[in-house]
């Protein structure tokens, strides 16, 4: 059984989660903007609801983005500072990767085009697929890019996929369909991720070895850094 501390501050509201003896524990700021402010008083609240320290956990997880700059930096600043304070590791996890693993629970298929809406009428994109384990995993690299120059890495190609469109990036669908070659079987145009998915993935990326020290978290902005948006 592990035992998880999750945080999000990806979004305007920041979200934590507690895993412990089988037990789960959320809490979300009802403010916007206010992770910096909110994120580890919500933490203690939640270590003092379930009778636990952080030194009783296994593992933290952070969703490390894209999202909101500043939010990315508390979040992962946060997930830093407890990682050293308790010799905690950490699992870091793409927010683009979270959506394809919410998405499979609604659409159980092969392959996920997340695309969701970036700066200066850009967009994030890539292609997740599904694992046997409930894991998914990247093809190619995550990209942020005009939806005209979205690519689809050639090994996601290989095979007949069923492809679910995930994101509000799909606002674009017709011009990304083209761009992509490929036709939609779903397309989740709403479509976030919660904290169970969070808590879910980080076990079992955890429970695969797949993790860091604090030193080796940092913020997936995508553009500047691609090597670490597994």
């Not at 606002?171 to 879910?200: M, Y």
Request: proline share 4%; hydrophobic share 40%; net charge negative.
């Amino acid at each position: 059984m592990t035992h998880l501390l999750a945080i999000d501050t990806t979004a305007p509201t920041c979200r934590v989660a507690l895993v412990f003896n089988g037990e789960s524990f959320t809490r979300e700021s009802t403010e916007a903007r206010k992770a910096a402010q909110q994120v580890l008083p919500m933490i203690e609240e939640l270590l003092t609801s379930a009778g636990s320290r952080l030194q009783q956990l296994d593992v933290l997880a952070v969703a490390s983005g894209p999202g909101s700059f500043t939010g990315l930096r508390i979040g992962v600043a946060t997930a830093q500072g407890l990682s050293l304070a308790c010799s905690l590791p950490v699992v870091p996890l793409s927010s683009l990767a979270l959506m394809a693993k919410a998405a499979s629970r609604q659409h159980p298929g092969d392959s996920y085009l997340v695309c969701t809406k970036a700066r200066d009428n850009e967009i994030y994109f890539a292609v997740y697929c599904n694992e046997p384990d409930g894991d998914v995993t990247l093809i190619g690299r995550e990209q942020v890019v005009s939806p005209e120059a979205a690519e689809i890495a050639p090994q996601a190609t290989g095979k007949e996929a069923t492809w679910t469109g995930v994101g509000n990036g799909w606002v674009h669908r017709e011009q990304l369909e083209t761009a992509l070659n490929v036709k939609l079987n779903h397309c989740l145009d709403t479509a976030g991720f919660d904290l169970q998915d969070l808590c879910d993935l980080a076990c079992i990326r955890f429970k695969k070895g797949i993790f860091v020290t604090e030193e080796q978290v940092l913020p997936n902005y995508v553009k500047e850094q691609l090597d670490y948006s597994q």
